[in-house]
Nanobody
Framework: QVQLVESGGGLVQAGGSLRLSCAAS????????MAWYRQGPGKERELVAL???????HYADSVKGRFTISRDNAKNTVYLQMNSLKPEDTAVYYC?????????WGQGTQVIVSS
């Protein structure tokens, strides 16, 4: 079965940086798109960034220019580099693999940005 395990979350000050990692197993990683979502307090889950199998990318307007999604197919890992963090970035961040017919989700990693 497909499993996604996130890591790298934590508490940082506004303006700081953090890098999230998502290790995938049980799938043909290199041919799948991967995505990061987040869900803040009292808010709906939203797409943050998406990377295709060919490494084309898409970002939410709220993070464009600050966040970078990347992948290392040799390590079956997708990353989210977060720079210039703002308090409104506080959320649980989830790794997502949109497989044919169903989505696979990681357990989530908490990011808290203090003012």
């Amino acid at each position: 079965q497909v499993q996604l395990v996130e890591s790298g979350g934590g508490l940082v000050q506004a303006g700081g940086s953090l890098r999230l990692s998502c290790a995938a197993s049980g799938m043909f990683f290199s041919i799948n798109a991967m995505a990061w979502y987040r869900q803040g307090p009292g808010k709906e889950r939203e797409l943050v960034a998406l990377i295709s199998s060919l490494s084309s990318t898409h970002y939410a307007d709220s993070v464009k220019g600050r966040f970078t999604i990347s992948r290392d197919n040799a390590k079956n890992t997708v990353y989210l580099q977060m720079n210039s963090l703002k308090p409104e970035d506080t959320a649980v961040y989830y790794c997502n693999a949109p497989l044919p017919g169903y989505d696979v989700w990681g357990q989530g990693t908490q990011v808290i940005v203090s003012s």
